[in-house]
């Protein structure tokens, strides 16, 4: 169970999620400083550890739209939130799925900043409200990629299982 410590419009774009002025910084261990960043009070959270792994962001449609830069992936799995948007972008979904980042597609869901949500099953459950919402579940293969944590430890453990 997490708590939403953002809510998010539609049309979210890799630019708002990591701004492009700081595309020369694309460490992985570095880009998570710049994740919202000219959301100044929410990035002073996540930058002062305020907000704790497996919180909840929600957002409305074509969450992660604009580039593909999978920066904006990276900077959000350096706090290992999980994703709960009505819709993602197609290149977005597909570079959280190579890196592992926790994402849920659930086209109904309301909840507000602050509310307590939990994945149960095939729905999100709203346990501030009382509310489930069915999750547009993902391909069984390309959740396995994410449950991996991404596509190199995906490879790397089937490869040492000798599949």
């Known amino acids: 169970m997490g708590k939403v410590v953002l809510k998010l ?14 595309m020369a910084t694309v460490l992985p261990t570095e880009t998570p400083q710049y994740c919202f ?17 497996g919180s909840v962001i929600v957002a409305e449609h074509n969450f992660g739209c604009g580039s593909s830069r999978e920066q904006a992936v990276s900077t959000l799995k350096g706090y290992n939130p999980l994703i709960v948007a009505k819709s993602i972008s197609r290149i977005f979904l597909q570079n959280s799925i190579n890196l592992g ?10 909840a507000e900043l602050g509310h307590e949500v939990e994945v149960q099953g095939g729905k999100v459950v709203n346990k501030t409200t ?6 547009e579940a993902l391909p069984a ?13 995906y490879t790397r453990k089937r490869v040492m299982a000798g599949a």
């Open 101 to 110: 980042l926790n994402i849920i597609i659930c086209p109904t869901i309301v």
């Open 9 to 22: 419009g539609a049309d979210i774009s890799t630019d708002d999620i990591y701004p492009g002025r700081y």
């Open 130 to 135: 009382g509310t489930s919402f069915a999750i």
């Open 37 to 53: 960043f000219d959301r100044t009070e929410f990035n002073a959270k996540l930058r002062a550890k305020e907000i704790p792994d």
């Open 141 to 153: 293969a390309r959740q396995a990629i994410i449950d991996a944590g991404g596509l190199i430890p």
